[in-house]
């Protein structure tokens, strides 16, 4: 059972655009939205989070939009650069705790074209 | 902090051998997760323990597969017998309650079974 869809799998942006990654999640306890950031050779690192209570956060260049009634956030990056070329993960949870389980989605693998 | 150090970081072991993968969280984390990663299946959770002890173990592929953690700073991963289809990226992640920082995750130990 997959609970939290992420599409597109793979994604190429020219340099300066923007790159949009979307989720769908089944769960309406999940409470907790964090992705994830990897690069080749490395383990998944946190890019930025948000809770249900607010509808968008930005961080720099990076954004998620949230859609509690859809059950879909997305991630938005903006003026995407070379350095951004990575893969990407959203992820769901149940809490907020030391004792929450992170499920991640499958994984978008973004490309920016100089 | 030098981070959640996972080792070996490369294993390439025959079928049938035992294999032991290692981890050591940050200090002050009280919670250990055991992902495995493929290209086919994405970021699966195995196991994880909060304050030493195994909360969820239903990603556990099955009895081949054994997670301990004898203490808050070390814990193993054991697959015997060790199967072609194990081979896959073995992450280990920590997390503290008290921290807004999601999971920090290890650099990994890629498996190979030959």
């Known amino acids: 059972q997959q609970q939290v869809k992420q599409s597109p799998q793979s994604l190429i942006v020219q340099k300066g655009g923007i790159s949009i990654i979307n989720c769908a999640y089944e769960n309406t306890a999940f409470d907790y939205f964090p992705w994830y950031q990897q690069f080749p050779g490395k383990g998944p690192a946190l890019l930025i989070a948000i809770r249900p209570d607010v509808s968008e956060k930005k961080e720099g260049r990076f954004t998620i939009s949230f859609n509690k009634s859809a059950k879909q956030f997305s991630l938005h990056i903006m003026d995407s650069q070379p350095g951004d070329s990575a893969t990407y993960f959203c992820?769901?949870?149940?809490?907020?705790?030391?004792?929450?389980?992170?499920?991640f989605g499958s994984g978008t693998r973004l490309s920016i074209r100089p | 902090d030098a981070g959640v150090i996972q080792s070996p970081r490369h294993e390439v072991t025959e079928m049938g051998q035992e294999v032991t993968l290692r981890c050591k969280p940050i200090s002050g984390h009280n919670s250990l997760f055991w992902y495995r990663q493929t290209m086919m299946r994405g970021l699966e959770l195995l196991i994880y323990?909060?304050?030493?002890?195994?909360?969820?173990d239903s990603g556990m592929p099955e009895d081949r597969f054994s997670a301990k953690m004898p203490n808050a700073s070390f814990s193993t991963l054991k697959i015997q017998p060790s199967e072609p289809r194990d081979s896959a990226v073995y992450f280990c992640?920590?997390?503290?309650?008290?921290?807004?920082?999601?999971?920090?995750f290890g650099s990994g130990t890629r498996l190979t079974v030959v």
């Open positions: 323990f909060n304050n030493n002890v195994p909360i969820d």
């Open positions: 992820a769901a949870s149940k809490g907020y705790s030391s004792a929450s389980k992170i499920i």
């Open positions: 992640a920590s997390k503290s309650g008290d921290t807004n920082y999601g999971y920090t």
